[in-house]
């Protein structure tokens, strides 16, 4: 079966700029993971789906960025008014939620912000 | 707030020798602890996976150890390959379902 998949794979936008990054994850896997990887840098946690809802947004950084997962499925992650400090790769990973289940993650979104 | 650290940040070994990544955990109530893989340009993929209950996991050449009351976990490679050069990434949960901590890295670069 198919893995993560995340697109776009590169986007370049201009500062104050709108964008969103878009993650489809494994198959009836319920839990899904945004991440935040900059140069040099382990991935930093941003939001947790466990369904259609939040279970955790502790990690976002403050209220410009906003994920959605509607269908409980594919979810999306918006950025607003974006600076240049927003410039990293951002991850998906998505699991099946069971006792003992690894994440698997998908290849990212290189976003760069002008 | 938990916090990884990994050291060394970067390793170079010649092809064919053994080596141990390092990697140390401030709050020892975590629920497992993964070594993952990181290719250039690629996303991550999960090497080993172990439960706080045990204290090690073993997958071909790879052997990863935990000692969760000291806060440490190593990942030992086996007679190294070129193939094994990439970022190995050390991650903690502290619960079923939650988001994981993750170290800096360790890069590692095997030379033919």
């Known amino acids: 079966g198919a893995g993560v998949s995340q697109t776009p794979s590169n986007k370049v936008t201009e500062k104050g700029k709108y964008v969103e990054l878009r993650c489809d994850p494994i198959?009836?896997?319920?839990?899904l993971y945004w991440y935040r990887q900059s140069l040099g840098q382990g991935p930093e946690f941003l939001i947790y789906?466990?369904?259609?809802?939040?279970?955790?947004d502790s990690g976002l950084p403050n209220d410009r960025f906003f994920a959605v997962r509607p269908e409980g499925s594919v979810s999306t992650l918006k950025i607003q008014r974006t600076e240049r400090g927003d410039s990293a790769v951002y991850l998906c990973?998505?699991?099946?939620?069971?006792?003992?289940?690894?994440?698997?993650f998908g290849p990212g979104t290189r976003l760069l912000v002008l | 707030k938990q916090e990884v650290t990994q050291i060394p940040a970067a390793l170079s070994v010649p092809e064919g020798e053994n080596l141990v990544l390092n990697c140390s955990f401030t709050?020892?109530?975590?629920?497992?602890l993964q070594w993952f893989r990181q290719d250039p340009g690629k996303g991550l993929t999960s090497l080993l996976l172990?439960?706080?209950?045990?204290r090690e996991q073993t997958s071909g050449r790879l052997n990863a150890s935990l000692d969760k009351s000291s806060g440490r976990s190593t990942l030992y490679i086996a007679a190294s390959q070129p193939g094994d050069s990439a970022t190995y990434l050390c991650?903690?949960?502290?619960?079923?379902?939650?988001?994981?901590?993750f170290g800096t890295g360790t890069r590692l670069t095997v030379i033919p």
């Open positions: 198959s009836g896997h319920t839990a």
């Open positions: 789906f466990q369904g259609t809802g939040a279970a955790d």
């Open positions: 990973a998505s699991s099946s939620g069971l006792a003992g289940e690894t994440q698997y």
């Open positions: 991650a903690v949960s502290l619960g079923r379902a939650n988001n994981l901590f």
């Open positions: 172990i439960q706080s209950s045990q």
């Open positions: 709050d020892s109530a975590i629920y497992n």
